[in-house]
Every structure is written in C-alpha cells, then in structure tokens.
C-alpha cells in the first residue's frame, strides 16, 4: 500500500524559502513521484516529477527557484522552494504514479500541505 505524507507547508514573506517533505512508502522502484500543487478553482499543476532513475523535470515556471530530491534512506521526498511569489500560495500535494515515466497523472496522493506567500 502506497501511503504518502507531506509537511513543510507554512508561511513566508516573497523572496523567502520553504523546503516541503514527504514521507513515502510502498511504492516500487520503477514509479515515478511528482510534486502538484492546486488552487480552489484552478487546474491542478504539476511543479516537479522525478522517474524511476532520478531524472527530474520541472514546470516552466518554477525552473531554477524549485529543487525536487529524494533521501532513498530516509523515505523522503524534497521540494526545495527558493525566491517563493504570492502566486505560489497554494497547497502542494506529493503524488506517486505506477509507471517509469512522467505524464502527469497520478494514482497515488498525500493529503496536501499548505504553502502562503505574503507580498
């Protein structure tokens, strides 16, 4: 059973950074993991997806400011988020899929963490 669990969430004034966690487990080695983040009302958004051998591939506007990693040893995914905007408030969910590669869709999801940026 795949069960995933986000923390980290918070709020920072623009320009600040957060670093979000999420403990996963059960999920294989050929999976794929990804960060999404969603609004009320607005599509969701995938900001990060990591395949199975560690290539990662970000959203284009989160590229350079966002950092995804995982600690195999601690069952942990990251989501280092730099030079945070008001836009990126939002809750962020870790989300896992039962497949190599990365195309957005997700079987398996944490319950979400919660992230404000003040102006």
């Known amino acids: 059973q795949v069960q995933l669990a986000e923390s980290g969430g918070g709020s920072v004034q623009a320009g600040g950074s957060l670093r979000l966690s999420c403990i996963a487990s059960g999920y294989g080695s050929t999976y794929s993991l990804g960060w999404i983040r969603q609004a009320p009302g607005k599509e969701r958004e995938e900001v990060a997806c990591m395949e199975w051998d560690g290539k990662t591939t970000y959203a284009d506007s989160m590229k350079g400011r966002f950092t995804m990693s995982k600690d195999n040893a601690k069952n942990t995914l990251y989501l280092q988020m730099n030079s945070l905007k008001p836009e990126d408030t939002t809750m962020y969910y870790c989300?896992?899929?039962?497949?190599?590669?990365?195309?957005?869709?997700?079987?398996?999801w944490g319950q979400g963490t919660q992230v404000t940026v003040a102006s």
């Open positions: 989300a896992a899929a039962a497949r190599w590669y990365c195309d957005n869709e997700y079987k398996y």
